[in-house]
């Protein structure tokens, strides 16, 4: 073989292990590439999912406190409620009191009329039964004794 021909084929040869090297490389680098995109696209859906977690929280957050305002609200209803019934109550012991017509017993309450929303006669719903089963009915005269002895 000819010295030419050799050196051809070397130089050959190492121009296509250097290409290969080259291709190699740039596909070395791409894929890194890729790599990192699909990094920073998982690293936005993460902080997306981040900030939807956050304001769920804070809605929840939100509610949660509306519900305390609420749940207090009520009870200061109920404070309130319970404030004008014994104001009534003790309006109606203090009418009882200053009129010559109305007896009282040894406690000062009016056996005639107790005054009091609370209290059920079990007369009264003896009446408003009739309609009802007599089992309905018999729970609710026991009740009602319950109230009255409480």
Not at 42 to 54: E, F, G, K, P, V
Not at 95 to 109: H, K, R
Not at 132 to 145: G, I, K, P, Y
């Amino acid at each position: 073989m000819d010295a030419p021909l050799i050196i051809a084929i070397i130089v050959a040869v190492l121009v296509v292990i250097v290409a290969l090297t080259w291709i190699a490389r740039r596909q070395k680098a791409a894929h890194l590439e890729e790599r990192r995109v699909r990094a920073a696209e998982t690293r936005d859906l993460a902080a997306m999912a981040s900030l939807d977690a956050d304001r769920q929280a804070a809605e929840a957050a939100e509610r949660a406190a509306r519900a305390e305002h609420e749940r207090l609200s009520a009870e200061q209803q109920q404070l309130e409620a319970d404030r004008q019934r014994q104001e009534a109550t003790d309006l109606h012991q203090q009418a009882d009191e200053l009129d010559p017509d109305v007896d009282l017993d040894a406690d000062g309450i009016n056996d005639a009329d107790s005054h009091d929303p609370t209290v059920v006669d079990p007369a009264d719903l003896k009446a408003k039964d009739l309609d009802r089963s007599d089992e309905q009915a018999e729970v609710d005269l026991r009740q009602a004794d319950r109230t009255q002895t409480s």
